[in-house]
């Protein structure tokens, strides 16, 4: 599920936690829980979860990807975009 990105928007390593700080302090934009893939357009979604002892940020590159990530599980979710060509430069 989901495309994860290891890297902030400079390329910089992310650390196991804080990664939603650190890729708003690379320039992704805090948004509001997304429900369309296209509310954001030129701009992919990425999605971080604090799983307890590590964050995973993952690219919700599909509308079915957004729908899982959207399904409240127990999780904090911090929902960011940024640029959709940055993003897919950065995935793994």
Same mark, same amino acid.
Request: glycine content about 10%.
């Given at each position: 599920?989901?495309?994860?990105?290891?890297?902030?928007?400079?390329?910089?390593?992310?650390? *196991?936690?804080?990664? *939603?700080?650190?890729?708003?302090?690379?320039? *992704?934009?805090?948004?509001?829980?997304?429900?369309?893939?296209?509310?954001?357009?030129?701009?992919?979604?990425?999605?971080?979860?604090?799983?307890?002892?590590?964050?995973?940020?993952?690219?919700?590159?599909?509308?079915?990807?957004?729908?899982?990530?959207?399904?409240?599980?127990?999780?904090?979710?911090?929902?960011?975009?940024?640029?959709?060509?940055?993003?897919?430069?950065?995935?793994?």
């Amino acid at each position: 599920m989901g495309k994860y990105l290891n890297q902030d928007l400079t390329g910089s390593p992310l650390g *196991a936690r804080g990664k *939603a700080t650190s890729l708003r302090l690379s320039g *992704a934009e805090l948004i509001p829980t997304p429900t369309d893939l296209d509310q954001y357009p030129g701009k992919g979604i990425i999605c971080v979860v604090e799983n307890g002892g590590f964050d995973a940020a993952a690219w919700a590159y599909s509308q079915d990807e957004l729908n899982e990530f959207s399904k409240s599980d127990g999780r904090a979710k911090t929902w960011l975009t940024a640029d959709i060509n940055l993003i897919e430069k950065l995935i793994d």
